[in-house]
């Protein structure tokens, strides 16, 4: 079947044709969803030349890889996608793309009042700033938009609220991790009490402490907080949690050993805290979209 995805011409806001070789063998259309279109497919070639979409634009790499040219900064340059690899797009963005061999993908398009409706925003819509992003690498995105095929594999099992809640996780997510909306919220919060200085210190803490358990309330009782005072000035100074900023230092660490090969996957498991390989291997995959292994083969 035709691909529905509408693509618009920059300069002139026709309908351009450059979809029409895309061939979809899975789609939403027939369950109804408003403003979401979810399709599986495949397309010989693609020459998108200065189009946009109304919709926030998740693209995930499917089957093989994938050696292909996007303009960036104005010039052509050579980029290379391997499955689980996803492109976002924001609506009203252009691009062009210049794909001469086949590639296969799920295409999930949201159009931009219902993706930004179901995110809990604390900062005004129109402050908010998305960017092109080509080859994200990202476990969680990934498995949203695979969690949404699946609703469409199952020809809506989950029914409205089920396709509600997922369009929320997605929303609050991807706002999250790929605007400016943590920068727009904590330029609306009081300054933290944590000093920088006592920041470093319980920074360093947890840098020589990775491969032990670190508790809030050991972090909390270094600087003579409460737990609950140090939770929430600790996010105004960093803007993750406690727990979300030390598994960010790990997984950090975890491609630092990962990068000399005398370090085996399960020598780092335990250096770096985790009392299972196969649970630090989930981990590092959910952050980082690919195993330990398949990072250190890439290397």
């Given at each position: ?70 303009s960036m900064d104005g010039q052509m340059q050579p980029l290379k996608t391997v499955p689980g690899d996803i492109w976002i797009n924001p609506p009203g963005n252009p ?91 904590n330029s609306t919060l009081n300054t933290s009490k944590i000093s920088p200085l006592e920041f470093e210190k319980v920074d360093q803490f947890i840098e020589d402490n ?90």
């Open positions: 079947m035709k691909s529905r995805l509408k693509f618009l011409e920059f300069d002139t806001n026709q309908v351009s044709d450059c979809g029409d070789v895309l061939v979809i063998d899975k789609s939403s259309e027939k369950l109804g969803w408003q403003g979401i279109i979810l399709e599986k497919g495949e397309s010989p070639h693609f020459f998108p030349q200065n189009v946009y979409t109304p919709y926030f634009y998740f693209a995930l790499a499917l089957e093989a890889d994938l050696q292909w040219k996007a691009f062009t793309h210049h794909i001469s061999e086949p590639c296969f993908f799920i295409i999930l398009a949201i159009e931009e009042d219902v993706l930004l409706q179901a995110a809990n925003l604390l900062s005004r819509k129109k402050d908010l700033k998305f960017l092109n992003n080509y080859n994200v690498r990202d476990g969680g995105l990934k498995n949203m938009v695979e969690l949404f095929y699946h609703e469409v594999e199952s020809n809506g099992k989950g029914g409205k609220d089920h396709l509600q809640s997922l369009i929320s996780l997605l929303a609050n997510y991807y706002v999250n991790n790929y605007s400016n909306a943590v920068n727009l919220q990775l491969d032990q358990p670190i508790t809030i309330d050991k972090l909390a009782e270094m600087l003579n907080y409460s737990k609950y005072y140090f939770l929430r000035e600790f996010k105004k100074f960093s803007g993750n949690t406690p727990l979300q900023y030390i598994l960010e230092k790990k997984m950090r660490r975890a491609k630092e050993l990962l990068s000399e090969p005398s370090n085996t996957i399960a020598s780092i498991t335990f250096d770096l805290g985790f009392n299972d390989q196969s649970y630090f291997t989930n981990v590092f995959k959910s952050h980082f979209g690919i195993t330990p292994g398949q990072y250190r083969k890439d290397l």
